[in-house]
């Protein structure tokens, strides 16, 4: 079992920056992949970002890629999601997630993770 803990989230205007933290309970978190998903209201839930148990892959839905960046301290246990550029469609509540991850397979299917965190809720105004 892993416990996951979101924080960072906030309200920023358009084009301005946040820096989101998945905390994971585990010590030997490098097992896990980690995933970003965010839901917007009325929306169904979208991946947003993964990175690999090593932190050597990663991979970024079409609408944030050259924007966020997704990384991970495993010292730490904990993922990071750096996100500029912000528009106000990148309002929503931002999840992050957690698989063990076997050979080098990456998915960025929500149904695939097994352990979720409560959520950090991201507002772009306009």
Known sequence: QVQLVESGG???QAGGSLRLS???SK???DNYAVAWFRQAPG???EFVST????????????DVKGRFTIS????KSTVYLQMNGLKPDDTALYYCAARIQIGARMTNEYSE???WGQGTQVTVSS
């Open 27 to 29: 010590r030997t978190f």
């Open 43 to 45: 929306k169904e839930r």
């Open 113 to 115: 993770y097994d352990y």
């Open 72 to 75: 991970r301290d495993n010292a």
């Open 22 to 24: 998945c905390a994971a």
């Open 51 to 62: 990175i690999s148990r090593g932190g050597g892959s990663t991979d970024y839905a079409k």
């Open 10 to 12: 906030g309200l920023v």
